[in-house]
Nanobody
């Protein structure tokens, strides 16, 4: 089993920056995708950014150019650097781990990001 522990989050002013990190522990498959999703009140959970073990990345249009995602495969960590934050980025952010072509699709506990003055 794989456990995901997130860190980061909190309150930031519009235009500010914040970094989220997630550590995966347990039986980590050598081919996996890790990343971040978010869910705002009253809305469905949506993709923010994901990255494969090979380094391929995918971003939501709403964050492309403002957010970057990176990972360290030796430490099984994934980080999301969020710049130029907007109030509409306010949401609970969830770390995700999945193994392609399998049913393995795991979530962290979520961390609140609030962008407000």
């Amino acid at each position: 089993q794989v456990q995901l522990v997130e860190s980061g989050g909190g309150l930031v002013q519009p235009g500010g920056s914040m970094r989220l990190s997630c550590v995966a522990s347990g039986s980590i498959h050598n081919i996996n995708t890790m990343g971040w999703y978010r869910q705002a009140p009253g809305k469905q959970r949506e993709l923010v950014a994901i990255i494969t073990t090979g380094g391929s990345r995918n971003f939501a249009d709403s964050v492309r150019g403002r957010f970057t995602i990176s990972r360290d495969n030796t430490k099984n960590t994934v980080s999301l650097q969020m710049n130029s934050l907007k109030p509409e980025d306010t949401a609970v952010y969830y770390c995700n781990y999945r193994i392609p072509s399998t049913v393995v699709n795991l979530w962290g506990q979520g961390t609140q990001v609030t962008v407000s003055s």
